[in-house]
């Protein structure tokens, strides 16, 4: 809140099929914040990660970064603009070796070398696991895979579908601390998540959507736990 934003969403309205589903999102994330975008499913929350990265055309409002309007802007200059956004089922390719899955990231102008020396320093059992195909890793390892990539390309813009799909909720634990230290080096974080626990407890700041509206943002204390498990959310959150 006393930090500048870097990505802001102000008023976005979006649709699928001529169908709205963001009624007005606000939502921002400042350098250093983990920022939790929670709701029920098709609540709007990967539009909402898409039209941040660009992909997905915005109907009304505002995308802006770094206090600049980048509405309506090519998703290529925001992925210049180090807006990463790492997508639901991880984005890796199974078939490929994880240190192929890395050398695919040298078209970052990055070398092997530096690439290999970012992932393996945040995330060191890929060292080991560097030859094998990453099909084969399991899903946290997968997970890791996915964030090393991200990690890849320098982002200033952190953005993160639902990163827990099917792990054991120890290791999206372990994820989500690896994730509060990219955060605290320098990134903007913004995640989604159906079911909450693990998040809130590395999140800076939640935000509640449900049918495409923000119905209610704030730190991630006992008020919004307790409304989220009201909710939807039944005993996990
Ligand atoms: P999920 O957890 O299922 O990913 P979500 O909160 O991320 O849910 P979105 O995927 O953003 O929600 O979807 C928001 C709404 O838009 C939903 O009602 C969904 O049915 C609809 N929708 C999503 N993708 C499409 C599409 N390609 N075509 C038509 N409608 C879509």
Redo the contacts with the bound molecule.
């Keep these: 809140p006393l930090l500048d934003p870097l990505l802001e969403l102000r008023g976005i309205r979006a649709a ?2 001529r ?1 709205t ?1 963001l009624h007005g999102v606000d939502l921002s994330v400042a350098t250093g914040q983990v920022v939790a975008l929670l ?1 029920p ?8 990660l898409r039209v941040a990265a660009g992909v997905h055309p915005v109907d009304a409002g505002q995308l802006r970064l770094a206090g600049r309007d980048m509405t309506g802007a090519d998703p290529r200059d925001l992925a210049r603009a180090g807006v990463c956004l790492i997508p ?1 089922g991880r984005g890796v390719f199974p078939n490929l070796s994880v240190r192929d899955n890395l050398l695919m990231m040298t078209f970052t102008g990055r070398s092997r070398e530096e690439i290999e020396e970012i992932a393996f320093a945040r995330f060191p059992v890929l060292k080991q696991r560097s030859s094998q195909p990453a099909g084969t890793l399991s899903g946290g390892e997968q997970q890791m895979l996915a964030l090393a990539r991200g990690l890849a390309t320098d982002p200033a813009v952190l953005l993160l579908d ?1 990163l827990s799909m099917g792990l054991a909720p120890l290791v999206v634990a372990r994820l989500y601390e690896q994730v509060a230290e990219i955060a605290r080096q320098g990134v903007a974080v913004l995640v ?1 998540e ?1 079911f909450a626990a693990a998040v809130l407890d590395i999140a800076d700041h939640a935000a509640v ?1 449900v049918r495409g509206r923000v119905q209610r943002q704030g730190h991630p204390d006992g008020g919004l736990r307790a409304e989220l498990s009201a909710l939807y959310l039944g005993s996990s959150a």
């Design positions: 699928h099929e169908i589903v709701g499913n098709g609540a709007g929350k990967t539009t909402t639901e639902e989604v159906q959507l």
